[in-house]
């Protein structure tokens, strides 16, 4: 059919756009579950780490693709600028008065220029980037989610194949509980989305996070064990040799 067929030709005509989610840590409160383990200062470099190593593992995800900061609370910062200049990203603004709020408005503006769009959540530091890779590649599924441990997701987007209202996959969903992914994939059924489910991966929340990271390093694979490895030890939180 022509209709479909040109609608095809616009989806390949638009670059993907790959989304950092990030707060600035100047001026709002970040990893405060670690506070029985680590100061202030020390969740603030932390955060910081596992924002920088997102950015860095984006950009060298997919060369095609654009690569945003979404800035909360607003990119006016010399923390995002800063990022912006060293890592070749655009910078945005979150907009909304929650998590459901924000994201549904970067969905909705940036697939007017982009498609797919994927927002990832910025403390991950082993995204399967293999899989996303292969997501991005095929957009053969109108919303994709990456499940975190803890009930949540790292990575959640949209192709553009069909229209969407953004707020209503978000309505209802209960943030920062173990629900949050059940909640989005009921509101996806009820949107009759087709839903493409990356792997499973541990977001660092807690010290259990960090200590079941660290439990599993022999597990994983040499470039993931070395990339962990380094994190963990420029953090102070394993020692070097």
């Known amino acids: ?128 980037l293999a899989e996303i890779a292969a997501a991005i590649e095929s957009c053969q599924y109108d919303l994709i989610l990456g499940s975190a441990m803890d009930g949540g997701y790292y990575a959640v987007g949209l192709s553009g194949r069909k229209p969407v209202f953004c707020h209503e996959l978000f309505s209802g969903v209960k943030w920062s509980t173990a629900s949050v992914m059940e909640d989005t994939l009921r509101n996806a059924r009820t949107l009759s989305l087709e839903t493409h489910a990356l792997p499973p991966a541990r977001d660092i929340d807690t010290g259990s996070d960090i200590d079941s990271i660290m439990a599993d390093l022999d597990n994983l694979d040499e470039e993931k064990r070395s990339r962990m490895k380094s994190f963990l030890q420029t953090q102070g939180i394993l020692q070097s040799g």
């Open 1 to 128: 059919m022509p209709g479909s067929y040109s609608k095809q030709l616009a989806m390949k005509d638009k670059s993907p756009a790959l989304v950092a989610f990030a707060k600035d840590p100047e001026r709002t409160a970040v990893k405060t579950r670690l506070s029985d383990a680590f100061d202030k200062k020390q969740r603030h470099r932390i955060y910081s780490a596992l924002l920088r190593d997102t950015l860095s593992t984006l950009t060298e995800l997919e060369h095609s693709a654009n690569i945003y900061l979404a800035c909360f609370p607003d990119s006016n910062s010399p923390f995002f600028k800063k990022l912006a200049d060293e890592f070749g990203v655009e910078l945005t603004d979150q907009n909304g008065n929650d998590l459901g709020e924000r994201l549904a408005f970067c969905l909705e503006q940036l697939l007017e220029r982009h498609r797919p769009v994927i927002i990832f959540g910025t403390d991950t530091p082993l995204l399967p």
